[in-house]
C-alpha cells in the first residue's frame, strides 16, 4: 500500500512471506538514507512504527537496499511505544503543579527540558535522550535533599525517576550502555553497535550484512575468486562468523544501474526445462546474450568498460538470473563443505561448516524470493517434483568451480516454508595422497586398501553423516585401473563421474529413482543393479545404499556376476552397526552379509572441548565367512586396521601384520607369485603404501600440490602397474625394490617436467 510522500522519503508497505516490510523510497534525499548515521531516518522510522506496529523489517532504498531486520526494527518499536505512553499518560503536564515551587522560569525550564527529550530527541537521538533524561533525575534529586522537600517535587523526581527506569530497561539502552562511557552528545557512532543493515543491489534478493562485526576479532583472512572471506571470533557464542564481500558488492554506482538494467531486459526470457537439462551450455548462452547485453547498455549511457570488466558483469548477471545467486559465491570456497538455509526465509543467515573452523553462521541472509527461485530452478534441473505430495527433492547441482548436493524440504512436512542443505563435493575427485596429506588416512592403510581394490573385492565404506564417506569412495574410484569398465549408480549424482570421464575412464553412470520421490518415471535402483547385470564384466559403484538395492546388490555380489571390484556407501558407525542396517533395517538375508568382503569405517574425531572435528578412517574391517547368525559373537569380524586416538591414525592389528586374513589370502591365492607366501603380498602392500606416501612428500618438497590431485595420481598408478608389469616379464617374479625404484626415478622426471611448464 503506497502511503504519501514526506519531505524526503515516499513509503510503502507490503507482505513478503511471513513478513510485513515498510519500505522507504529515499531516491531523491539529499543524504544517505540510515537509522544509525541521520536522525532524519530514525525519527521517521519511530513514527511509522507507531502507525503501523505490525512492521517487521524496513528497507531504504537508494540506488541499493538497506534492510533493518525484526530484531532491529522491534527496538525501535519499543521505544516509539514508550515515548507514546509518557504522551498520553500526559506526564508532561504534572509540571504545572510545580509553579508553586520553582520560580517560574525554572518551572518554564524544567517544562521544556522534559518536553524536548520526550517529543525530539526520544524519537531522533534516544541515547541523547537517556543521557539527558540521566542528568535532569541527578540534579533535581539533589536540589530535592538541598530544599524543604516538598510533597510535589518529591512527585516530580519519582516521575522523572520512573522515566528513566523504563528508558533503562529497552533493548537498546541495554544494547547501548555498554559503550555509554566514550559517547559524546550529538555523536551517533554509538549506534553503529546497534544497528547494522543488510545490504543488497537492486538485482538481487539476498541480502547480506555487509560491515564487519563492532566487537569481533579477526582470526583469519583470503580471498576466493574476487571474494573477500574474513572469519571473525565473537564474543557471545562459540560460532565463528564467516563474513564474505563478493564482487557484486563493490561496484560502482554506474556499473549496479548497468547490471540492474540488463538484468530486467534478460527476465523477461523465461528458461525451460529443455534448457535446464545442459546447464554448463545455458550458462554459456546467457553468459554470451548477458554480454552483448551489458556492452550495449554502457554504449547507450557512454560508459566505457574493459573487456575484463563486461566479462565480470555478465558473470555476475547470470548469476543472478539463471544461477544460484550468492549460494554459487560460498560454494566457490574450496573450504565449505556444507550450506544450510533454514526457514522461514528472510529471518535467519545461511550457516556453514567450515574445514577449518567447523560450524559458522555467515552475514549472509537469503529471502523468500531466494528460496522460491532456488526451488523452481532445481526442479526444472532434476526433472523431480517438489510439492505437497512430494515434500522432500533430493538432486545435485552443478555450477562454476563446484558441485553439490541439494536436499529441499517443502510443506506440509516444513510448515514454515522451504529449507535448504547443501553439500559441497570438490570439482576434482579426493585421492589417497589428499587424505594422508589430510590425515584422514595412513600410507599403510592406503597401501592396504589399493591392493584390495586391485584384489576386486566387494567393500562397504561406512560412517555417520558428514564423515566423508562419498569422498572416500570417490578416492576408491581413483584407485581402479582405466582399462577396466566402472558402472555408477546414484539416486543424486555426488560420485565423480565427469573428472573422471575427463581422465579418459570407460564410466557409464546410472541415475535411479530416489527412494523418497513418489509417482516418479525414474527406474528403481533395485532395477538398476540388475541392469548392470546385463551389461558385461564392470567395476560397480553403488552412491548410497538406502532400500531396496540391497538385495540386488547383495544378490550381484553372491554370484560374482560383476567380476570387478563393488563399492557403495552406508550409514553405520561400526562394522557391526552395518551389519544390523543390512539385515534388520535393509531386510538382506544374514548369510548374503558374508558377501561382504571389508567394511571401511569413516568417522568424525572431536576435540575434548566439542568445538573441533577431524575426518578419520577408523577402521578397515574384514567380514569372514565362517559364522551363522551373529558375526559379533561368532568372530566373524576381523579387524586389520583399527583407530588409535594416542597417535591419531591408523594402526595395523596384530593379525593384519601376522597375515591372518582369509580375503588378503583369497586375492593372493589368483597370483602364482604371492600364493602361500604372507611375504610378498605383506611386501605388495608395504610398496603401494610407500608410493602413496611418496607423492605427499615430493607434493610438499616441490610445492606442486597438483601431484596430489586425480590427474597425476592416475598417471603415477598407471605408471606403477606399467613397471610392475615389465619387471615380472623380464625377471619371472615382482622385485617390489626395483619397481619402486624405477617408479621413483619416473616420478622425479614427471616433477621436473612440471617445474618446466610452470617456469
Known amino acids: 500500500m503506497a502511503e504519501k510522500r514526506g519531505e524526503y522519503f515516499s513509503y510503502e508497505t507490503y507482505k513478503e512471506g511471513e513478513e510485513v516490510v515498510l519500505r522507504v523510497d529515499a531516491e531523491e534525499a539529499p543524504f544517505f538514507p540510515s537509522i544509525e548515521g541521520n536522525a532524519v531516518c530514525m525519527a521517521a522510522i519511530i513514527d511509522k512504527l507507531i502507525e503501523s506496529p505490525g512492521i517487521t523489517r524496513v528497507v531504504f532504498s537508494q540506488k541499493r537496499d538497506y534492510e533493518y531486520d525484526y530484531d532491529q526494527v522491534r527496538m525501535l518499536a519499543e521505544v516509539g511505544k514508550l515515548r507514546n505512553q509518557l504522551i498520553k499518560q500526559q506526564v508532561l503536564y504534572s509540571l504545572s503543579s510545580l509553579s508553586g515551587i520553582f520560580p517560574g522560569r525554572a518551572s518554564e525550564r524544567r517544562s521544556y527540558e522534559l518536553r524536548n527529550i520526550v517529543y525530539n530527541k526520544l524519537r531522533n537521538d534516544p541515547v541523547a535522550a537517556y543521557v539527558e533524561l540521566r542528568r535532569l533525575v541527578r540534579e533535581e534529586r539533589v536540589a530535592f535533599e538541598r530544599s524543604e522537600k516538598h510533597p510535589a517535587a518529591e512527585r516530580y523526581v519519582a516521575m522523572l525517576e520512573s522515566i528513566l527506569t523504563a528508558f533503562e530497561r529497552t533493548e537498546l539502552m541495554l544494547k547501548a550502555r555498554p559503550h555509554l562511557q566514550d559517547y559524546k552528545e550529538g555523536d551517533r557512532a554509538i549506534y553503529h553497535f546497534i544497528f547494522s543493515p543488510l545490504a543488497k543491489p537492486d538485482f538481487m534478493f539476498t541480502r547480506l550484512m555487509a560491515s564487519f562485526p563492532q566487537d569481533g576479532e579477526e582470526i583469519d583472512s583470503y580471498t576466493v575468486e574476487g571474494t573477500d572471506v574474513t572469519v571473525f571470533k565473537l564474543p557471545s557464542t562459540v560460532q565463528y562468523l564467516y563474513h564474505i564481500i563478493p564482487p557484486e558488492f563493490k561496484l560502482s554506482e554506474d556499473k549496479y544501474e548497468l547490471l540492474d538494467a540488463a538484468k530486467r531486459i534478460i527476465s523477461e526470457h523465461k528458461p525451460t526445462r529443455s534448457e535446464f537439462i545442459d546447464p554448463e551450455r545455458v550458462r554459456q548462452v546467457f553468459f554470451n546474450v548477458g554480454s552483448d547485453l551489458i556492452e550495449e547498455l ?120 522451504l529449507a535448504y542443505a547443501f553439500r559441497r563435493h570438490r570439482d576434482k575427485p579426493w585421492t589417497f595422497p589428499l587424505f594422508i596429506k589430510q590425515k584422514m588416512m595412513t600410507p599403510l592403510s592406503a597401501g592396504l586398501l589399493s591392493f584390495l581394490i586391485d584384489g576386486s573385492r566387494t567393500m562397504l565404506v561406512a560412517g555417520t553423516r558428514s564423515a566423508g564417506k562419498t569422498s572416500l569412495l570417490g578416492a576408491v574410484m581413483v584407485e581402479i585401473m582405466r582399462k577396466y569398465r566402472v558402472i555408477t549408480l546414484e539416486d543424486t549424482q555426488e560420485l565423480p563421474v565427469s573428472a573422471l570421464r575427463g581422465l579418459n575412464y570407460n564410466i557409464q553412470p546410472m541415475r535411479v529413482a530416489s527412494s523418497l520421490t513418489k509417482g516418479t518415471t525414474e527406474i528403481s535402483a533395485d532395477e538398476g543393479i540388475r541392469a548392470t547385470l546385463r551389461m558385461g564384466d564392470s567395476a560397480l559403484i553403488v552412491g548410497e545404499i538406502r532400500s531396496l538395492e540391497a538385495s540386488a546388490l547383495y544378490e550381484a555380489m553372491r554370484v560374482g556376476a560383476l567380476a570387478n571390484v563393488v563399492a557403495g556407501t552406508i550409514h553405520g558407525d561400526s562394522p557391526y552397526g552395518v551389519f544390523d542396517r543390512v539385515v534388520n533395517d535393509l531386510k538382506v538375508p544374514r548369510t548374503s552379509f558374508k558377501a561382504t568382503d571389508v567394511v571401511v569405517v569413516a568417522n568424525p574425531i572431536r576435540s575434548p572441548d566439542g568445538l573441533h572435528r577431524w575426518r578419520r578412517m577408523t577402521q578397515i574391517t574384514e567380514v569372514g565367512k565362517y559364522w551363522e547368525d551373529d558375526p559379533l559373537l561368532e568372530k566373524g569380524f576381523k579387524d586389520l586396521m583399527k583407530y588409535e586416538s594416542r597417535n591419531d591414525q591408523l594402526e595395523p592389528t596384530v593379525d593384519l601384520l601376522n597375515g591372518d586374513s582369509d580375503v588378503l589370502k583369497s586375492i593372493a591365492g589368483n597370483v602364482k607369485e604371492w600364493a602361500g607366501s604372507w611375504d610378498a603380498v605383506w611386501d605388495n602392500i608395504l610398496l603401494r603404501s610407500q608410493i602413496k606416501e611418496a607423492i605427499v612428500t615430493a607434493a610438499e618438497k616441490s610445492g606442486q600440490d597438483e601431484l596430489l590431485e586425480a590427474p597425476f595420481v592416475v598417471l603415477a598408478n598407471d605408471e606403477f602397474h606399467r613397471i610392475a608389469e615389465e619387471t615380472k616379464e623380464e625377471l619371472g617374479a615382482f622385485d617390489n625394490k626395483r619397481i619402486f625404484f624405477e617408479w621413483n626415478e619416473w616420478l622425479k622426471k614427471a616433477i621436473k617436467r612440471k617445474e618446466i611448464e610452470l617456469a
Not at 522461514?344 to 523468500?368: A, K, S, W, Y
Request: aromatic share 4%.
Open 298 to 417: 554502457a554504449g547507450q549511457r557512454q560508459l566505457k568498460l574493459r573487456t575484463k570488466e563486461t566479462e565480470d558483469l555478465a558473470q555476475i548477471l547470470v548469476r543472478y538470473t539463471i544461477g544460484f545467486g550468492l549460494i554459487e559465491v560460498l560454494l566457490k570456497d574450496e573450504r565449505i563443505q556444507d550450506i544450510t538455509a533454514n526457514s522461514p526465509m528472510g529471518r535467519h543467515p545461511l550457516f556453514i561448516v567450515h574445514q577449518e573452523f567447523d560450524d559458522c553462521m555467515t552475514n549472509v541472509v537469503p529471502t523468500v524470493s531466494d528460496a522460491d527461485s532456488w526451488a523452481t530452478k532445481l526442479r526444472l534441473m532434476s526433472g523431480r517434483p517438489l510439492d505437497e505430495a512430494n515434500p522432500i527433492l533430493d538432486t545435485e547441482l552443478l555450477v562454476p568451480g563446484a558441485r553439490a548436493r541439494v536436499s529441499v524440504v517443502g510443506e506440509p512436512l516444513n510448515p514454515s516454508g
